[in-house]
């Protein structure tokens, strides 16, 4: 019997991820797996309301404090959704995961990593996505392609030093964890990108999908 699959999607705001959420999902189902789609920070009742005050930009914190939300939420959503569908088989597709915090925290509000460590340690003891697509963009680019439509949150009122920064942490993480973590040039066009989601999903997990 195949096992579930845990795959997360990364990027700097605006490198397209959520746009592809939505082509990998049914790319998946097609395939003929049950394909449970969520999302961090957030993908339960209490995550969503934690997800609601680190978005909140009318509100301040310390970033050790928007660390441990985030940590918070993620201990909820992997006890009420991502553990219990990988038992059952499903595969869970999660837009954002763990590498969020070492690029956002770490990189961007520049938490030290070992404190990263630490969390990542007692939250999810050895549990790391089987895979990981992290959509690459310059970003000055992401800064033009987040929404116009809504107002910014805390995180998109972010200035580009600080995306510099996330982004850096990001290529860190491609190079320290190359079989996980597979680098998307998400400056190609969507139909490209999609190509690369599929050959990366077969030649990594294609035992899975056959
Ligand atoms: P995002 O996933 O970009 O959603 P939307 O497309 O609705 O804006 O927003 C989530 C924000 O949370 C994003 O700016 C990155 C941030 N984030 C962290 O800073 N650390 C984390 O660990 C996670 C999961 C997200």
């Given at each position: 019997m195949n096992k579930g699959k845990f795959i997360t999607l990364e990027g700097i705001d605006g490198a397209g991820k959520s746009t592809q959420l939505i082509w990998l999902t049914e790319f998946l189902q097609r395939s003929g797996q049950n394909v449970v789609v969520t999302r961090e920070p957030g993908g339960t009742l209490l995550g969503e309301k934690l997800r609601d005050l680190l978005l909140d930009s009318s509100l301040t914190m310390h970033a050790e404090t928007e660390v441990l939300l985030m940590f918070a939420a993620r201990r909820e959503h992997l006890d009420k959704v991502i553990l219990p569908a990988l038992a059952r088989g499903d595969w869970v597709v999660s837009d954002r995961f763990t590498d969020a915090s070492f690029a956002y925290q770490g990189g961007g509000r520049q938490v030290e990593t070992a404190r990263l460590e630490t969390l990542e340690q007692w939250i999810q003891g050895t549990l790391q996505p089987?895979?990981?697509?992290?959509?690459?963009?310059?970003?000055?680019?992401?800064?033009?392609?987040?929404?116009?439509?809504?107002?910014?949150?805390?995180?998109?009122?972010?200035?580009?030093?600080?995306?510099?920064?996330?982004?850096?942490?990001?290529?860190?993480?491609?190079?320290?964890?190359?079989?996980?973590?597979?680098?998307?040039?998400?400056?190609?066009?969507?139909?490209?990108?999609?190509?690369?989601?599929?050959?990366?999903?077969?030649?990594?997990?294609?035992?899975?999908?056959?």
């Open positions: 089987d895979l990981t697509l992290y959509f690459d963009v310059p970003v000055a680019l992401g800064m033009t392609r987040v929404s116009r439509l809504k107002s910014a949150d805390r995180f998109e009122k972010e200035q580009t030093d600080f995306f510099q920064r996330v982004r850096e942490a990001y290529l860190k993480r491609v190079k320290k964890f190359p079989d996980r973590i597979h680098l998307i040039d998400s400056t190609q066009s969507v139909e490209v990108v999609q190509a690369a989601i599929k050959h990366t999903i077969e030649a990594t997990l294609v035992a899975n999908i056959q």
